[in-house]
């Protein structure tokens, strides 16, 4: 690829009715995802983030975990890589160690990330390592039959829970800045322009970066609690999200019926952890220490 084609996200079909189809395996369309499930529309905002960010292509990965969520890398027009179950984000630290000039970006679910994955979550915010997260939270193991996942919120009935889940739940956008993530940011399926700008933003900044997306499912949440189909949960989305930018993330926790805090809430700088690598080991061995060398460097 030379200077003059960087410019361009990808190639672009002319006959394309829409600029993001060149972004997405058309070919493996139409999608698997039910009848009013968010995830399409992410996987749109994420497409035009991409166009809008005029990245390489060619050095942007895509790497997701199991569960309906996981689908999400083998329809981007990248190279993607589908995981086993929870093991998204130690893979995706693999290939950033290995080819730090890859843009590594894991896009999976809630299930995934902090059931199974929960422990690589915490660590890899912990040593902010440079890739980025996008969680599509539906708040339920939604390929598997709708049991109660770490977000579901409390009273919610599931299919592990029938008389309602009374567990603690996760405060995603909490725990992720707890655990030291450079950004934190949390949208709905319904604040699309809002969520493309967050995306955007990620893919131009160092540091474990995290994006919670709130994502209906009609088929197994929202049926089982009389919530209505993907249009419902568009207007409750409207009428019960507030933006609260920079908002304390303890103040951001979710329930069932609640007013749900949207917004970006941290931004801030810490060291990555391939410059706390490089630091420490010039320091310990000087001359010694040689940078990695990059196999796959302009392929």
Not at 137 to 161: C, E, F, K, R, V
Request: glycine share 10%; net charge neutral.
């Amino acid at each position: 690829m030379n200077e003059a084609t960087l410019e361009i996200p990808c190639a672009i079909p002319e006959d394309a009715h829409n600029p993001v189809e060149g972004l997405l395996r058309m070919d493996r369309m139409p999608h698997i995802w039910c009848a009013g499930c968010g995830i399409g529309t992410t996987v749109n905002c994420f497409a035009r983030a991409l166009m809008d960010s005029k990245a390489n292509l060619d050095k942007v990965a895509i790497v997701s975990g199991i569960g309906c969520t996981g689908r999400v890398a083998g329809y981007a027009q990248l190279d993607s890589f589908h995981t086993t179950h929870g093991r998204a984000i130690p893979f995706a630290t693999g290939l950033k160690l290995s080819n730090p000039e890859l843009q590594v970006v894991v896009y999976s679910g809630d299930g995934d990330l902090f059931a199974i994955g929960g422990n690589h979550f915490i660590h890899a915010a912990r040593r902010n390592m440079d890739i980025k997260v996008i969680c599509v939270n539906n708040m339920t193991y939604a390929m598997t039959g709708g049991q109660t996942a770490p977000t579901t919120p409390a009273t919610a009935t599931t299919a592990t829970a029938p008389y309602g889940v009374f567990e603690p739940t996760f405060n995603l956008v909490g725990l992720a800045e707890a655990a030291g993530a450079s950004y934190v940011a949390r949208w709905t399926t319904y604040h699309v322009k809002q969520l493309a700008r967050s995306m955007q933003e990620v893919l131009a900044r160092k540091g474990f970066c995290f994006i919670e997306v709130l994502s209906p499912c009609p088929t197994l949440y929202q049926r089982r609690n009389k919530m209505g189909d993907g249009l419902d949960a568009m207007k409750d989305y409207k009428r019960m999200s507030k933006i609260r930018n920079g908002a304390p993330t303890g103040e951001c926790a979710l329930s069932k019926t609640g007013e749900i805090v949207v917004g970006k809430f941290v931004d801030r700088e810490r060291p990555a952890y391939l410059d706390l690598l490089r630091e420490q080991m010039t320091e310990t061995l000087g001359d010694r220490y040689a940078e990695p060398e990059v196999a796959c460097s302009g392929c």
